[in-house]
């Protein structure tokens, strides 16, 4: 085994954190919490003119180094990088499924950054269960098109991103994983209104309706009628290759804390924090084994559910008990006075609380790793 | 050089030699009957009949020529088999103290954990029981005793030959300053921690025989949910230990040792052995602790019985990592290589520790 980094990819390392120290400053950060848009136009543009989303793009004759080093980077530091790691998975999408004329005139502006784009996928009544979702997209006969009706949750991005990527039903007769369609289709197209909805971990999301939305086929993204097939190249670009990061931030800011504080001479704090700096490098160390699965073409098996089960449960373990630990002063938010590390432990908290449940629940990965790992018997 | 997570061709051909050996020669019926010393020196024997004994030296020295990370993936095999052999003991010694009788396994070398205390007494060595050469701390010195074996191990959990030492009596040689002991307990813990991993393979291994086969209301217990998603966790436990085991070693083999690793906790980047290998050492403990505990579980009152091979296993995770003391004292000691306290030199090699932070 080797844990070295190429000296490429130390090139790559050095380069994010010029571009973060330069453009993701304490003003942008207070912005991205003021707003609840979790993204800085000005970082992932940077990225872009860079040339490193366009490395950072998943699929065949890609370097998953690359795509990985970008996402832990930024989770690191602490830069807003989900708008890039959204339009770097579609990206992907399109240049594995998508048509010349798509990858001509959508993948330039996803890859410099200066257009965005978000997922249509999870509905009220189709979460875990994404087979169950009710959106219909009926192929209309008489201009060739498509009339698209439904609704969709959680669309994060919704409100500022140029494109969706969308998931319907387009032959209900087809069987549970037949007759899907995906879409990209522009959000500037009559018909579609997105709703805030607001989180508790400072972050707007959004509910998006499609009213009466006519596309044309130039918005489909592979066949009609083999979206479940698009979906899988998808969701196995996303586990466990992002998110798994956290630990490392909360604990340099635990730390701050900590020795400002004075607590960090206490041994029942340093008993745990030890702990602490152990379980984030075996979610360093699983994460990196998803990628390197990937390099060598053999994966994604279930590695990526490992990590990402391991990674985000550790993470809010650690954020209750950094709180906790904290007391009061790990109760306040930012710009309170005498916040605990500046409101970053009250923000993890909140934060870390979703990622056990976005991009598959532990419980979806659980039966994921017991079915395909182990061979156990599918039981729903 | 580039990440890499699948084993070399080297550690390949060492994991198939030592797992088709232990299968053959080290089936659990042999770990029963070296029990209560947990020593078998047919086993032994066996070992030695293709040198495995002094692998772990450089050629020069007579020995195998093993790099660190060989060294690992035979840990692994002997936890995975519960082996009664104190292998991973002599190794560590053995580097210490080239002898030409201990590279050739003709006697057995172990080391103390602790000091020796002020009436020159080595407390609980591991494999002291049936060790002919002791390698510890005494005062300020790294001493090798040379002396007949007790032979016999007080009564313990794991059956483990572990026995009390003197650190005065017998042929003493001083290898060097307590100093120089440091080494050899970070390579011990990588060792051990390879081992527990073994242990915890097994436990998961054996967990999933019974669950696919034990049937309750009319189907297997391994359909069930509250089972799967008990056995789902454990291939994080296990490989997050056995990376950081991994880790330890080729941080190890490309001397990332003390101030040449780095310790940059504001990045959480860690590539210095001796905190890489006190983190396997935890990790492992934990993974074997809990694989165990599930696995033994899963089979209801069976696993309780000495009939079934999970309790072997059950008690080798607490018997093989707590005789180092309690692990909160260890992540003590790891927190102090992390996070250096004020004016102290306990980091080993902190390259950059806690600086003035980024938010």
């Known amino acids: 085994m080797d844990f070295s980094l190429s000296d490429e990819h130390l090139e790559l390392r050095r380069q994010m954190r010029e571009i973060m120290t330069a453009t993701v400053t304490a003003e942008v950060i207070d912005e991205t919490h003021r707003s609840g848009t979790n993204h800085a136009p000005g970082f992932i543009e940077a990225l872009g003119d860079a040339g490193i989303l366009a490395r950072a793009m998943p699929g065949p004759g890609q370097d998953p180094v690359d795509m990985w080093l970008v996402s832990s980077e930024a989770e690191k530091f602490g830069a807003p990088f989900d708008a890039g790691g959204m339009a770097t998975s579609i990206a992907g999408v399109l240049a594995q499924l998508g048509t010349d004329e798509q990858r001509r005139r959508i993948t330039p502006g996803l890859l410099s950054g200066r257009e965005l784009v978000c997922f249509g996928l999870t509905e009220p009544d189709g979460g875990s269960d994404l087979p169950r979702i009710k959106t219909r997209a009926v192929r209309n006969e008489t201009d060739d098109g498509w009339i698209i009706n439904g609704a969709k949750m959680w669309t994060t991005m919704g409100h500022v991103a140029d494109w969706v990527f969308l998931l319907a039903r387009s032959d209900a007769s087809a069987g549970r994983y037949g007759g899907f369609t995906t879409f990209i289709i522009p959000m500037s197209t009559p018909g579609i209104t997105v709703d805030p909805v607001w989180t508790m971990g400072t972050e707007r999301s959004n509910a998006t309706f499609y009213d009466d939305v006519r596309v044309g086929d130039e918005c489909l993204v592979g066949e009609a009628h083999e979206g479940w097939r698009t979906m899988g190249i998808m969701l196995a670009f996303e586990r466990g290759l992002g998110n798994t990061g956290a630990l490392t931030p909360l604990l340099r800011r635990f730390a701050q804390w900590a020795t400002e504080s004075g607590t960090i001479d206490d041994p029942l704090v340093r008993d745990h924090m030890a702990q602490l700096a152990i379980e984030a490098q075996v979610a360093e160390l699983l994460t990196q084994r998803t990628v390197w699965t990937i390099a060598t073409g053999e994966g994604p098996g279930t590695e990526g559910s490992v990590a990402k089960v391991y990674a985000t449960e550790a993470y809010q373990r650690a954020a209750r008990w950094a709180q906790a630990t904290a007391g009061a002063d790990g109760l306040l938010r930012f710009h309170e006075a005498g916040a605990a590390a500046d409101g970053w432990i009250d923000y993890d908290v909140r934060h870390s609380t979703p990622q056990t449940l976005q991009g598959g629940t532990s419980e979806i990965n659980r039966n994921n790793i017991a079915e395909r790992q182990f061979g156990l018997p599918r039981m729903r | ?359």
């Open chain 2, 1 to 359: 050089m580039a990440l890499e997570f699948g084993l070399s061709p080297d550690q390949e051909s060492i994991s198939d030699l030592f797992s088709s050996f232990l299968a053959k020669e080290c089936p659990t019926e042999v770990v029963r009957e070296a029990e209560p010393l947990g020593h078998s020196p047919m086993l032994w024997t066996a070992l030695q009949g293709f040198d495995a004994p002094g692998m772990g030296l450089p050629v020069e020295a007579g020995g195998g020529g093993a790099a660190l990370a060989d060294l690992v993936v035979v840990a692994e095999a002997l936890g995975r088999a519960a082996a009664p052999v104190p292998l991973v003991e002599h190794l560590v010694a053995s580097r210490l103290h080239p002898e030409a009788a201990i590279v050739s396994g003709d006697l057995i070398a172990t080391i103390a954990l602790h000091p020796a205390d002020g009436s020159g007494l080595w407390r609980l060595a591991p494999a002291g029981a049936v060790a002919n050469v002791v390698i510890g701390i005494d005062g300020d010195e790294t001493v090798a005793v040379h002396a007949a074996p007790p032979g016999v191990a007080p009564a313990n959990h794991a059956c483990a030959p572990i026995a009390d030492r003197s650190a005065r009596l017998g042929d003493r040689v001083v290898l060097g300053p307590a100093s120089a002991f440091d080494r050899a307990l970070a390579e011990w813990r990588m060792l051990t921690a390879s081992a527990l991993v073994g242990v915890a393979t097994a436990a998961l291994d054996i967990g999933l025989a019974y669950v696919r086969e034990r049937e309750q209301f009319g189907r297997t217990i391994g359909s069930y949910q509250a089972i799967q998603h008990g056995l789902a966790d454990f291939p994080a436990l296990i490989d997050g230990a056995r990376f950081l085991a991994h880790k330890a070693a080729w941080a190890g083999d490309n001397g990332r040792v003390g101030a040449a690793g780095v310790i940059d906790m504001d990045e959480g980047e860690i590539t210095e052995h001796c905190a890489l290998a006190s983190m396997a050492f935890l990790q492992a403990g934990e993974a074997a602790a809990v694989c165990t505990d599930r696995s033994l579980h899963y089979h209801g009152g069976y696993g309780f019985s000495k009939e079934y091979d999970i309790q072997l296993y059950f008690r080798r995770a607490r018997g093989w990592a707590n005789i180092l003391g309690d692990p909160a004292r260890e992540r003590l000691r790891l927190a102090d290589m992390l996070w250096p306290p004020p004016g102290s030199t306990a980091g080993v090699g902190a390259g950059r520790a806690i600086t003035a932070g980024r938010a």
